[in-house]
Each structure stands twice: as C-alpha cells, then as structure tokens.
C-alpha cells in the first residue's frame, strides 16, 4: 500500500532560524496535505496542494509539490514560538482517496 | 457549529473491557474517520466511512469495530480491550474525498485511551 516518509522526525530550532521538513511517497499522489497539532491538541488543516510543481505560502510558510507528485516540503523562515508542535504531510492517493499521514515532525523552538 | 465532538475525553479501562467511543459532526459531512495515534507512528486509519449505513476497514481495523447509523455519528468499539489498544483516538470527518476541494479532513479533540 502506499506509504508517506517523513523526516525529520524532530527539529529543534532556534528562533529566528529557518527549517524544512521533508514528506515522500512510494506512489504518485492526487494531492498533498499538511497539517499542524499543537502539543495535547490535534491535527488541524494547514493547506492543500494539487498540482505539479506548486508552490504556495501562508506568511513565513511555504508549501511546495513536486514535479512527480511524489514528495511535499514545508519551510518556515524566521521561526517563533508560536511554531511549535508537529507538522504532518498527508497524501491522497490516486486510486482510493484515501489520506495516508507521515508520522509528523516535531518542533521545538529555542527562545 | 461544534465542528467535531468526541467523548469521552478520558478513559482507562481494565484488559478485556469494552467501550464505544462516540464521534459527532454537525457539518453535514458524509465522510467521517477513526485514527490512532501513537508516539513516532502518524495517524493510522482504523475504520472509515463513506456515508451513513456504511463502513470500511482501514490501516489498522483488527480489534476494533465501526458503526454509522446516522449520518452525524460515527462509533468506535472496543470489544475486549488490550495494553496495544492504548493510543490517542481522533475521530475526523471531510465533505468530499476528491482533488477538486473539500476534502480536507476537521478533526476532533481526541480521547485518550488507556488500557491496563
């Protein structure tokens, strides 16, 4: 079945340092999904990713598909406190529909 | 709008006890989705469905069972529990499953499920 690596699977930063989190897929996604759970909270929806090739940003986030659909990265400048917590990627695979999640990365900031 | 509920919140339960955890949507989605988490491993799909009536088995069905009367709610059983059992639980619920939008998923609060 299909199955989402995602590394790092922690990533202490320094505040106002920048970072980037990785997500890939054994097969060609319909699309990508990231997601943010802050610590004892839960997943929330971040932004969506379809085509090849995209990129998009929500302030100092910025989301990008590859060109096979295969892999996703997430990269956040100048990061603060408020980044903290874990960020999953989810893909929607071609033939079911079904989101298969990467097992998150971990944040945490250094004041 | 409520968004996703889950109770209840907490629970800890002896090896070979029961339990139904209840997940509830007030946004008229047709897909809901049971997940457990656990440290290191994501979010594995144990029992999904597709509309009211009907259910399917995920990633990680054994152990478990599903049931989606009404279009609103969507229970988890445990029938016997076991010490593996104990996870975090979020239930999840989506408009659509398709590229063309709506498919994110809106996730409840999650119960934490511990199993002696």
């Known amino acids: 079945g299909q199955q989402v690596m995602q590394i790092p699977q922690y990533q202490h930063v320094q505040e106002g340092e920048d970072f980037t989190t990785y997500c890939n897929s054994s097969?060609?996604?319909?699309?990508i999904q990231w997601y943010k759970q802050r610590p004892g909270g839960h997943p929330v929806f971040l932004i969506q990713l379809v085509k090849s090739g995209e990129v998009k940003k929500q302030k100092r986030l910025t989301f990008q598909f590859g060109e096979a659909k295969k892999n996703s990265s997430l990269h956040i400048t100048a990061t603060q406190t408020t980044d903290v917590g874990t960020y999953f990627c989810?893909?929607?695979?071609?033939?079911?529909?079904?989101?298969?999640f990467g097992a998150g990365t971990t944040v945490t900031v250094r004041a | 709008n409520a968004g996703v509920t889950q109770t209840p919140k907490f629970r800890v339960l002896k090896t070979g006890q029961s339990m139904t955890l209840l997940c509830a949507q007030d946004?008229?989605?047709?897909?809901m989705y049971w997940y457990r988490q656990d440290p290191g491993m994501g979010l594995r799909l144990i029992h999904y469905s597709v509309g009211e009536g009907t259910t399917a088995k995920g990633e990680v069905p054994d152990g478990y069972n599903v049931s989606r009367l009404k279009k609103q709610n969507f229970l988890l059983g445990l029938e016997s529990a076991a010490p593996s059992q104990t996870s975090v639980y979020f239930c999840?619920?989506?408009?659509?499953?398709?590229?063309?939008?709506?498919?994110?998923?809106?996730f409840g609060p999650g119960t934490r499920l511990t199993v002696l």
């Open positions: 999840a619920s989506s408009y659509s499953v398709t590229s063309r939008g709506g498919n994110e998923q809106f």
């Open positions: 989810a893909g929607l695979s071609l033939n079911d529909y079904k989101l298969s």
């Open positions: 097969t060609t996604l319909s699309n």
């Open positions: 946004m008229n989605h047709e897909y």
